[in-house]
């Protein structure tokens, strides 16, 4: 009796000191203010898909040391950029399909070595293209025509985005999936709004948006507007767009020293060394910058005093060939007519249904949008497969600049375009590189990847 007395005695003094401890550390620690409430998000701060892989994270963030502020309508963005409540049936995000792990595009694998095509929330349901990223596209203007006659701006492979009703091409990018049947499938816009105004982030829209701003009896498509708003503020933001690759490293140094990258040449690449590029890689944005001709589409201006996003937001046709592991050429009648026979006009596809662009619809088949080249390479492991073109037709970068290097050149027996009209026989088809040069140019894209 009397060793049970003293062991628990024992027992009460440990547990006591404990609490002790316990008090003056929590006392000492200093305060983590996270600026959003993200308990309620899925999987403890990670987004997985339905194998339960990680396809994107989203840890709490708390005051920024240093960097640049995280402003209110970015929180907002984020948390319906990555609601999975917010597709019919739930489970379908804006970063299913625009995984951060691969650059905010296409975060899965599987998918995309096989067709490159994102199913949809409704289980069987496949869009026809592959997902293009969500970053570095904030500065696409208002789809227009330019004085050179050349289709600028817009938002989604063909354009479709215009941005002419909200002036922001982005945030109408935003307002489509969510209504698309082959993606989030959500029967309305009053759906949209209905659940964002039922989420745990009701709130903080409100505070950004101001206290009737979810009355949705008012004004139901501007509440959706403010939704795309919010995304296209995210999709802006300094988290999605940091500018912290490999080559920003080296464009700062290079500003620093007064050298213009944009001069770089045959003649002059080698004084550009030691501003952070290795000699190969440095080869290989010399060669991209001349006898590659990839930035006379993928430029290399400096656009608000920052680094280039390496597109001129044109479009073209690469005489890309046709993917057959495209998923939408088996999708039922009701979402494709055309069934196997279906071909993918781009640009010209979408002007020939507007009435005051109809004109222009025959020049510009099967021209697509020049994608940013930013995280062209950024993936989550080695063995991870990216997509590539529209369609997915490449799933390595060493693929793409062969194509684009030897398309043309007899003998090279690369499959016939899917749009044979205006294809572009001036910046590519035989460039004369050697493969040498090839790889160079393939580990200059690398250097673009944001570090993470």
Known sequence: MRKT?????????????????????????????????????????????????????????????????????????????????????????????????????????????????????????????????????????????????????????NGRATGEELGDPLAEQAMGPFLNPLEMNNVDEKSVVLIVRDSNYANLFKKVWGPDSLDWEKDIHGTYVKIARSIAAFERSAEVNPFNSKFDDFWYNANAKGMDVEAIDESNWKKYRTLGLEDEELKGLMLFHTKGLCSECHVMTSVNGKPPVFTDFTYDNLGVPRNPDNPFYTMDKKWNPDGNKWVDKGLGGYLEGIEKYKKYAAENYGKHKVPTLRNVDLRPSEGFVKAYMHNGFFTTLKEVVNFYNTRDVDGAEWAPPEV??????????????????EDAIVLFMKTLSDRL
């Open 420 to 437: 044979s009209e205006n294809v572009n026989v001036d910046e590519l088809g035989d460039l004369g590189l050697t493969p040498e040069e």
């Open 5 to 157: 007395v003293l062991l628990f005695a024992i027992l009460l003094t440990i547990s006591l000191l404990l609490i002790k401890i316990s008090i003056v550390v929590q006392a000492k620690a200093p305060e983590i203010r996270s600026t959003v409430d993200f308990s309620c998000e899925n999987s403890n701060g990670k987004l997985v898909n339905r194998e339960g892989k990680v396809i994107a994270r989203f840890e709490p963030r708390t005051e920024p040391d240093g960097k640049e502020a995280v402003t209110a309508i970015e929180e907002l963005g984020k948390r319906l950029f990555f609601d999975i409540s917010l597709s019919d049936p739930a489970g379908q995000a804006c970063s299913t399909c625009h995984g951060s792990v691969a650059g905010w595009s296409g975060p899965d694998s599987n998918f995309n070595a096989k067709g490159s095509v994102y199913e949809g929330a409704m289980k069987g349901r496949f869009g026809n293209r592959r997902p293009p990223t969500a970053a570095y596209a904030g500065d696409s203007p208002v789809l227009h025509i330019d004085d050179e006659e050349t289709f600028v701006g817009g938002m989604f492979w």
